[in-house]
């Protein structure tokens, strides 16, 4: 049942656990603005308090345009039974792998609930909830202020701070620095990419004139190094740097574009399924050829 709410009664307490992102709550702004709050906030009660799940972005518009009241949907008299419908709605509702990580770390550590128990309440495997389980536990408090704040992309920290966390074994205190370096800076994942590689993989001089010097300096320096190095390559290797590069944007945008829960019709999927059998097919060369590549 969707009740009208104050926005003062709301308990936030949650409001942490979801990632910030200023540009979409900017363009939420104006069509609140023009339009009002079409889709109700989501939330669990406890001790006769509506406790906020779903709907920060919303709420937060409320409060700067004003608004007293909201709609507001209960969807569970307890807080752990909120967090798993939240959880099983997730696929609908584009929930970022960190704030599945995140809930579920609640449902562990507060709601005293085993992966079993989870798996079996949102109907997944015990593996996809022991891996987003072990995400959380590879942040520290500090990192994980910085991504759910809206410093630093949650996409840098899973895709390129793991992958030297699992391979290099580098301790929470040199990620905690390097995200302390560059967060905030309004950096491109591409750019912190290529930071992260001269911060970890670099020399120990370039690294330490990372941490004293100008960051935008550095970064024009490395783009500068690299592009001498592709001046170097033949037409052929710069053509396959290009491809390379140019694939790498795509597995990203196919990525996050196939959890848009707008992709739904039958024309769709029929002709997706051919592209996509097409492509995994080729997966096993693809993926030799680049490990070709790392190997060289």
Request: aromatic share 8%.
């Amino acid at each position: 049942m969707i009740e009208n709410v104050e926005v003062s009664s709301i308990d936030l307490r949650y409001e942490h656990y979801r990632l910030k992102n200023i540009k979409l709550e900017t363009s939420l702004l104006n069509s609140i603005l023009k339009n009002g709050i079409r889709d109700p906030l989501f939330g669990s009660s406890s001790n006769n308090s509506n406790i906020l799940l779903d709907g920060f972005k919303r709420f937060r518009c409320a409060q700067k345009l004003s608004i007293k009241t909201v709609p507001f949907e209960i969807i569970a008299d307890d807080q752990a039974l909120g967090i798993i419908k939240l959880l099983r709605l997730s696929g609908n509702r584009k929930m970022n792998i960190l704030e599945q990580a995140r809930l579920i770390d609640e449902l562990v550590n507060i709601f005293k609930m085993s992966f079993s128990e989870i798996a079996f309440q949102l109907e997944r495997s015990k593996t996809w909830v022991a891996m987003r389980a072990g995400v959380i536990s590879q942040m520290s408090d500090f990192v994980r202020e910085q991504i759910f704040n809206g410093s630093f992309p949650a996409y840098s920290f899973l895709y390129t701070l793991r992958s030297y966390i699992r391979m290099n074994g580098i301790k929470n205190g040199d990620i905690n620095e390097f995200v302390k370096l560059v967060a905030g800076k309004g950096l491109s994942i591409r750019d912190i990419d290529m930071l992260a590689k001269s911060h970890f993989r670099g020399d120990v001089n370039l690294s330490e004139q990372l941490k004293t010097g100008d960051i935008h300096w550095h970064l024009n320096n490395l783009k500068e190094e690299q592009k001498q190095t592709n001046d170097n390559c033949n037409s052929s290797e710069k053509k396959m740097l290009k491809n390379l590069e140019i694939c790498s944007g795509y597995i990203n945008r196919v990525i996050y574009s196939g959890k848009d829960s707008r992709i739904k019709s039958d024309d769709f999927f029929s002709q997706a399924g051919i592209l996509a059998e097409g492509t995994i097919k080729r997966l096993g060369r693809f993926k030799s050829i680049l490990e070709g590549f790392c190997d060289r």
